[in-house]
């Protein structure tokens, strides 16, 4: 295990008891010898894990309130593959099931589950769970060790595994349709969905916009009256649970207000200079899983950096990317793989980002006394 | 290798650079000579069985690939079993046959070049038994999803019926690098084939998103617009760009009889339908890598 | 590597045709054992990665760049264990690439007439193999300083490996990534395939869990031998794997 960051709020507390080894001898009274940090927080991972699940919950019940009862098959079966991996495949040799007990496995299985489409059978949730966790994790050593959100891991795995799939969007049901469930969501493991019918699938906003250059109406996007993944349609509640997160000093604030403020003002600029070509910026922000990107994703406190300015780099980054892809790339969504790829940044960004310590230079050299 | 003390035999070589002596001097005594003899005689034997080896398997791929391109040829405008080159002429502007013999009398001298019809320029023109013109196939290229989409199209630019407009009448995509499972399925999906069997030209061609209306609409593949998009972008500026230039119809270059053997590809046209001509690329794939699995 | 002979093929070479020209059975069947799992250029070594995750995202394929490596390492495995008493010291190295190169060229035309589907599929990667440090380490470690039947025998040995390596991955990749083997549909019309299987990170995931599966079974059985004999020997596969 590598040193803990010391000014990382999530990682002093982590009980990793392969670190402490076997059994430290007891405290001598005259001298206690203790590393630090000294000065904690009295927040624990699991607690800050049941923070954001709570944060989590209006987006879960809008979803469900969208998409029908879909929705909880799909976040069911993409949490429920998440634990079952991190339940077999303890990481660095804890015994089975302790791992589990932080939390972090369910939040990865349910931030997943909000990133799919409500037609996606209940396999591929499932699949997309265990690949975000076991590749995304558990390979490179368990919580605080991933290089990658897990949660998108999984996504870009199913992205990459079963296209057609994972780009069928079916449209909202409505109060009638609620209790139906998607036929497609119970497809046979290993089996291929039945065909989708025509009249219920339709195109998200930015696929819309890209593809037929049809805007979608800024209050359909602000409600969540829209197609698209389950937990990213409602962009008030987004933002309205971000800020209480945010408030709540659960994440960083300045990871997503970068992100935001960066696709704000780069899809302005390119909107002034074509607004034929281009989408208006509010439609750039509230469309896709930008927000839900932006308050969930990219805030992930292992995965991003943790200096501010390293912070501001990194959502400016993710901003720069997601306006990029969106208007020049293949696909018409580029939030995950702009997330992922400033996360492979993150540790250069860290270099860069790191503040001055007391007694040391920019460069962290001893300043000579 | 620090001691630059020559051994007692080491033969002043004056050819040989420095560093060959030092090493030579110190770990064994073999002259430059040597060196260089083994490396020209490895080099002229791998030359031998390099060239035997060409000799032998040159007349096997060209078959090859002639045999694909009939195949692709006959499949895009049906009924056809004969096919010639044709070659747009920036000089005459216009259209004529290509033979070997006659670029080779252009170009004054007889070279290995002259015997490829110029890229970018020539089309086939597709004939039946009799010798009569039945259409054109186009190759044509631009960019896909991934990489370069090369396709092949049948052109009929005749009415046979009275009202019959001038018509794509096949598509085949010779080469593409398109996602599996949902862009390949501009080759692998029936249905879109189906899109250019009969395909009018006139207003150009578009893409439709829902059941087409006209004879001018492809329908896109539901999760592949982009690969759908790509092959109509590149048969619109195709046709477009060759369209123009082809003779009224009724003059189409007639199909020239070549008496000379070493024509293989034109004899080889010459013969009566093979069996692949019927059937699709894909089972071609099969009947090819079969032999392989035994 | 296998064989930690004396620095110097050409003396070598001389001390062996001196020793005689018996041939020693156990001895080639030794050679030609190692290389399929013991010392497999793939699972142990970890070498000729670029094809391996490159050309194997169909059993086909894998068979093609097997046969057409193994073509390649055997004849380069004769010509160099034959010549070594012949090739300079200081000009082995080109010497051997020349030798190496030719048998890939002969390979490559060779496929591109015989089986032109599959040629087209492998592209580039035939004459990559020219790069394959398999080939070159095994003219260098063994044919260089062995005589001609036992190259041949690890030769055969390590192709046998390597194509085995190749099927393990290609397979499996087919199955998942088209639901077919061989071409020949085996998991049902209805399977959905995992299209990245057959595309290249499906090629490092695989080969990953491979690896994974390969040394967790040889630390198993490295474990259970280390129990039954109670003495600490628990060298051999996990070290060199690791």
Redesign the interface.
């Known amino acids: 295990m590598p040193p803990l960051a010391p000014n990382d709020p999530s990682r002093p507390t982590v009980s990793s008891p392969s670190s402490s080894g076997g059994g430290s001898p007891p405290p001598s009274p005259e001298l206690l010898l203790k590393a630090g940090p000294f000065l904690r927080k009295g927040v624990t991972t699991p607690r800050l894990m049941v923070d954001v699940i709570l944060g989590l919950g209006p987006v879960v019940l809008a979803a469900i309130y969208f998409f029908g009862l879909s929705a909880i098959l799909i976040i069911l079966a993409a949490t429920a593959g998440a634990a079952f991996t991190e339940f077999i495949l303890p990481p660095g040799g804890q015994p089975r099931g302790r791992s589990l007990k932080d939390g972090s496995a369910v939040l990865t299985g349910i931030l997943m589950g909000l990133c799919l489409p409500p037609a996606i059978p209940m396999w591929m949730a499932f699949l997309g769970g265990a690949a975000g966790i076991g590749l995304g994790k558990l390979a490179f050593g368990g919580l605080g060790q991933n290089l990658f959100n897990p949660a998108l891991v999984g996504r870009a795995f199913l992205q990459a595994a079963f296209p057609q799939a994972i780009t069928t969007w079916s449209s909202q049901g409505t109060v009638a349709e609620f209790s139906t469930i998607r036929p497609s969501n119970f497809a046979l493991p290993f089996m291929q969905p039945p065909p989708p019918v025509d009249t219920i699938t339709t195109a998200t906003p930015l696929g819309m916009f890209k593809f037929e250059g049809q805007a979608e109406s800024l209050n359909n996007l602000l409600v969540g009256n829209t197609a698209g993944s389950l937990g990213e349609t409602c962009a008030i509640l987004i933002l309205i649970c971000g800020l209480i997160l945010a408030i709540r000093r659960t994440f960083d604030w300045r990871i997503p207000l970068s992100i935001l403020a960066t696709v704000g003002i780069f899809s302005l600029i390119l909107w002034l200079l074509n607004g034929e070509r281009f989408a208006t910026p509010l439609h750039m922000l509230t469309s896709g899983g930008l927000l839900f990107g932006a308050v969930y994703m990219a805030t992930d406190p292992v995965t991003s950096p943790i200096a501010p300015r390293g912070t501001i780099v990194f959502g400016i980054g993710i901003g720069l990317l997601v306006v990029l892809i969106r208007n020049w790339g293949g696909l018409p969504e580029g939030v995950m793989y702009a997330i992922l790829l400033m996360n492979a940044a993150t540790p250069l960004i860290e270099r860069v980002g790191q503040p001055r310590a007391f007694g040391r230079t920019e460069g962290g050299k001893a300043v000579a006394s | 290798m620090t001691t630059n003390t020559p051994p007692p035999d080491a033969q002043p070589d004056v050819e040989s650079t420095s560093v060959e002596l030092t090493v030579s001097a110190v770990d064994s005594q073999v002259s430059s000579v040597r060196l260089v003899a083994t490396l020209a005689i490895a080099a002229m034997l791998s030359g031998l069985l390099l060239a035997a080896a060409y000799e032998i398997t040159l007349p096997i791929i060209e078959a090859n690939n002639a045999e694909a391109l009939q195949a692709a040829v006959f499949k895009v405008v049906p009924d056809s079993t004969q096919l010639q080159p044709l070659v747009w002429d920036e000089d005459k502007e216009e259209l004529v046959a290509w033979s070997p013999k006659k670029s080779a009398d252009g170009a004054g001298e007889e070279s290995s070049a002259s015997e490829e019809p110029p890229a970018g320029l020539v089309i086939y023109g597709a004939y039946d038994e009799n010798r009569q013109f039945i259409g054109y196939a186009i190759e044509a290229a631009g960019a896909g999803f991934q990489d370069t989409i090369r396709l092949l199209y049948g052109f009929n630019p005749r009415a046979v019926l009275p009202d019959e407009p001038r018509h794509i009448t096949g598509m085949e995509i010779l080469e593409s690098r398109e996602t599996p499972g949902l862009g390949d399925k501009i080759y692998k999906d029936p249905k879109f084939a189906e899109n250019f069997l009969f395909l009018t030209v006139d207003p150009s061609i578009e893409l439709v998103k829902d059941n087409p209306t006209a004879k001018n609409q492809v329908d896109a593949i539901t999760g592949a617009t982009i690969s759908s998009k790509a092959v109509v972008k590149i048969l619109q500026k195709s046709t477009a760009d060759w369209l123009p230039r082809l003779p009224k119809p009724g003059d189409e270059p007639a199909f020239i009889v070549i008496d000379d053997e070493q024509q293989q590809q034109q004899q080889e046209a010459e013969q009566p339908p093979a069996e692949e001509s019927s059937e699709d690329a894909e089972s071609d794939t099969e009947g090819e890598e079969d032999p392989d699995n035994g | 590597m296998a064989d930690s002979g004396s620095s ?1 093929p ?1 003396m070598l070479g001389s001390q062996q045709q001196a020793g005689g020209g018996s041939v020693d059975p156990d001895r080639m069947y030794r050679e030609f054992a190692k290389g399929i799992w013991k010392e497999n250029p793939v699972f142990v070594q970890v070498l000729g990665m670029c094809p391996m995750l490159a050309v194997t995202n169909s059993a ?1 394929n894998a ?2 760049m097997g046969a057409a490596t193994a073509f390649v390492l055997v004849f380069s495995s004769i010509f160099v264990s034959l010549l070594r008493s ?6 082995r190295i ?2 051997y690439i ?2 190496i ?2 048998f890939v ?2 390979a490559d ?2 496929l ?7 040629h087209k599929d492998l592209g580039a990667f035939i004459s990559l193999i020219v790069v394959n440090c398999i080939i070159l380490g095994r003219q260098e470690a063994f044919a260089s300083r062995n005589r001609p039947l036992y190259a041949v025998a690890d030769a055969i040995g390590m192709s046998i490996g390597f194509a085995f390596a190749l099927l393990c991955l290609g397979a499996t990749r087919e199955i998942l ?2 639901g077919t083997l ?2 020949y549909p085996i ?2 019309s ?10 290249p ?2 090629g490092f ?1 695989m080969l ?1 869990m491979i690896l994974l599966v390969f040394n967790w079974a040889g630390q198993t059985r490295a474990k259970r031998r280390h129990r039954a004999d109670g003495e600490a020997n628990a060298g051999g596969e996990v070290g060199s794997a690791s």
Do not use: D, E, R, Y
């Open positions: 110097n050409l086909i068979v093609a012949f090739i300079p010291k200081q000009v080109s010497t020349i030798i190169a030719t060229t002969v035309m060779a591109k007439a015989a089986f032109p589907v599959v990534g088209s061989f071409k998991m049902g209805n399977f959905q395939p995992w299209v990245i299987m057959i595309l990170p499906g995931l990953g």
